[in-house]
């Protein structure tokens, strides 16, 4: 049993776009499912969608390519783990990679980019940068 679905989903998005896959499918939780939103928001991703088979949930991922073929993610990290949680105030949370790239922040409103955690005015815990 995982202990860390979003670092698995956040793996297999890593692979799927080193091979250049067009789509990927991750075990769904709402948490995974949510952060998902935030990236294809952001554009990182092109869409995904909830599957059931049987009783298992499914999410499938459209990744997004550019058009000489390349990936649009160039480096997905899993910040805050079981082991090490690790949470930020409002004020903490500021810009990473200079704007070019984003934080998905889960808060007390939802789980959300970081910018739009700042101007929400909560903080929460870091669960992966993206750029």
Known sequence: MLNDLIADGLTRIRNAALRKLDTTKLLHSNVVEATLGVLASKG?????NVVEEG?????????KYDEYGRS???EIKRVSSPGRRVYQGKDDIKRFKNGYGTIVVSTSKGVMSGIDAHKAGVGGE???TIW
Request: net charge positive; with cysteine; hydrophobic share 55%.
């Open 126 to 128: 870091i669960l992966c």
């Open 44 to 48: 990182y991703l092109e869409s995904f």
């Open 55 to 63: 009783n298992k949930k499914f999410i499938n991922v459209v990744l």
């Open 72 to 74: 649009v993610i160039h």
